[in-house]
């Protein structure tokens, strides 16, 4: 077999391998290699978290892009978790007929992209039907635990109304957050 074409190539190519890697051997000691290695494992590991220049694309956004109060990705909706009273037959900031706000309430504050000014949210629960179930979000931005009530978005906060059924919610502005 030794006369063999591919025997003959697979020897050559054995005698380059072992040659380059005795050469690199003489000329690169372990301890650069490991150093290498690592400066590439560990860059590796910062690049993802390198500031990243997204304004062109935001830039070039056209205006049948931007959100409506019915989309749960619209900017007053940042920590909302419920059903969309503009859905159901209310508006943003109005409960449907039939239904009354929730005497207690929980806050959020959202980012205005059109100003980029920060906005203090109340998301009221219209409470008195039976659940809406027509555009459910669920945002959770700057969403506290449990322990803290008035930012904590996973209440039922009908149930200080009576009676205590929750059906929608709406997202009223009280003002810009200092």
């Known amino acids: 077999m030794s006369g063999d074409p591919v025997s003959k190539l697979m020897g050559v190519f ?28 560990v860059g590796g590991a910062v690049l993802p978290m390198l500031p990243f220049d997204r304004s062109a694309r935001a830039q070039g956004a056209s205006p049948a892009s931007e959100k409506t109060d019915t989309d749960c990705d619209y900017w007053r909706y940042c920590a909302l978790d419920g059903f969309l009273c503009s859905c159901c037959g209310g508006s943003i900031t109005s409960c449907p007929p039939g239904t009354e706000p929730s005497t207690v309430t929980w806050v959020g504050t959202c980012q205005n992209p059109k100003d980029g000014k920060d906005y203090m949210v109340s998301y009221n629960d219209c409470c008195g039907k039976t659940t809406c179930g027509r555009c459910l979000c669920n945002s959770n931005v700057r969403e506290r635990p449990g322990y803290l009530l008035g930012v904590h978005n996973d209440i039922n906060w009908c149930m200080a109304n009576q009676p205590s059924m929750y059906h929608c919610t709406v997202s009223v502005i009280v003002g810009v957050a200092g």
């Open 14 to 41: 054995d005698r380059v391998a072992e040659n380059a890697a005795r050469k690199s051997a003489q000329m690169i000691g372990r301890r650069s290699v490991l150093s290498s290695l690592g400066k590439i494992l």
